[in-house]
């Protein structure tokens, strides 16, 4: 387990060659409070990188950086070997679980037609090979048998596989997840997670997945990026969730258990570690104590 990745020696200075995504010393402040510096993180081309930490440790900010919506206060990115943009059709973006407003007039298929044209003005026209596209990425997240149906008759679940192939539309080279699994029960949990992991695999883009609990993906990722205090650890899930790499980490005793192939943190600063079945309503704490699941 290193602070970051060490570089491919087939690489460039930039980064290494088979890498879709990469930030070189970035760091990311507001004010006098510094989120994580000294970032140097590689993103691989098929590769599923979980990104877990505390409340406030800049998680869901690196995911904006990345999308071209924050920028760094020092150091560099680059995608695809380019300076990172904004409004990169090669980034894809599943962002977290919200159910759609009752009422909400388009289908499923509306939904995902929007990732091949939303992007152009006007309203697009129909055609046979739009509409077939459109059929293909419904089947590729198993969402055929409702893709005529309201999206806010679906289900949590039914619902992000639909924003999955809405973020599919585009041929993505990078995915970006933020909290996906937020709000939905154990089983579209696992549903999604493979769902990601299997298109992962098979389109051969990389993935950065923001969560607060890492065991639904856990025999998923390849490695963890941990955000804690204003610093970082990067590594596999067994370098990384360990008890003396998180104590470190957090400038306190935490303590890593493993149990029945899930991992639990007990005694950390913050009381963010623990998975909840429903989102948090304003003003409410996502722990209970000091113990939870590992985020």
């Given at each position: 387990?290193t602070?970051s990745?060490?570089p491919?020696?087939a690489g460039?200075?930039?980064?290494?060659?088979?890498a879709?995504?990469s930030?070189r010393?970035?760091?990311l402040a507001?004010?006098?409070?510094t989120?994580?510096?000294g970032?140097d993180?590689?993103?691989r081309?098929?590769?599923f990188?979980?990104?877990?930490g505390a409340?406030g440790?800049?998680?869901?900010?690196?995911l904006?950086?990345?999308?071209?919506?924050?920028r760094?206060?020092g150091?560099?990115?680059?995608?695809l070997?380019?300076?990172?943009?904004?409004?990169?059709?090669?980034?894809?973006?599943?962002?977290?679980?919200?159910?759609?407003?009752?009422?909400t007039?388009?289908?499923?298929?509306?939904?995902?037609?929007?990732g091949?044209?939303?992007h152009?003005?006007g309203?697009?026209l129909?055609?046979?090979a739009?509409?077939?596209?459109?059929?293909?990425?419904?089947?590729?997240?198993?969402?055929?048998a409702?893709?005529n149906?309201g999206?806010?008759t679906l289900?949590?679940?039914e619902q992000?596989?639909?924003?999955?192939?809405?973020?599919?539309?585009?041929s993505?080279r990078?995915?970006?997840?933020?909290?996906?699994?937020?709000s939905?029960?154990?089983?579209?949990?696992?549903a999604?997670?493979?769902l990601i992991?299997?298109?992962?695999?098979?389109?051969?883009?990389?993935v950065?997945?923001?969560?607060?609990?890492?065991?639904?993906?856990?025999?998923?990722?390849?490695r963890?990026?941990?955000?804690?205090?204003?610093?970082?650890?990067?590594g596999t899930?067994?370098?990384?969730l360990r008890?003396?790499?998180?104590?470190?980490?957090?400038?306190?005793r935490?303590?890593v258990i493993?149990?029945?192939?899930?991992?639990i943190?007990?005694?950390?600063p913050?009381?963010?570690?623990?998975?909840?079945?429903?989102e948090?309503?304003?003003?409410?704490?996502?722990?209970?104590g000091?113990?939870?699941?590992?985020?």
């Open positions: 387990m602070r990745p060490a491919s020696s460039t200075p930039s980064g290494p060659a088979d879709v995504l930030l010393d970035a760091s507001f004010g006098d409070r989120l994580w510096s970032l993180l590689d993103v081309r098929g590769e990188i979980a990104v877990l409340n440790s800049g998680k869901s900010s690196l904006k950086v990345i999308l071209g919506q924050q760094l206060s150091g560099s990115i680059r995608f070997g380019e300076p990172g943009r904004r409004g990169d059709r090669r980034i894809g973006y599943v962002p977290q679980q919200k159910l759609a407003d009752d009422g007039p388009l289908r499923a298929r509306d939904l995902v037609a929007l091949l044209s939303g152009r003005w309203v697009p129909p055609s046979t739009r509409r077939r596209e459109v059929d293909e990425l419904l089947a590729a997240v198993g969402a055929t409702y893709a149906v999206v806010s289900s949590g679940g992000q596989r639909i924003r999955i192939g809405q973020a599919l539309a585009g993505p990078l995915l970006l997840c933020d909290e996906p699994l937020l939905l029960d154990l089983t579209h949990q696992r999604v997670s493979e992991d299997r298109q992962r695999r098979e389109r051969d883009f990389g950065l997945f923001v969560t607060h609990d890492v065991n639904p993906i856990l025999g998923m990722v390849d963890v990026l941990y955000l804690a205090g204003g610093g970082f650890r990067i899930p067994d370098e990384v008890t003396e790499v998180l104590s470190e980490l957090y400038g306190s935490v303590d493993r149990t029945h192939g899930r991992v943190v007990v005694g950390a913050d009381h963010s570690h623990v998975h909840e079945e429903h948090p309503t304003p003003g409410r704490a996502h722990g209970r000091a113990e939870g699941l590992a985020s």
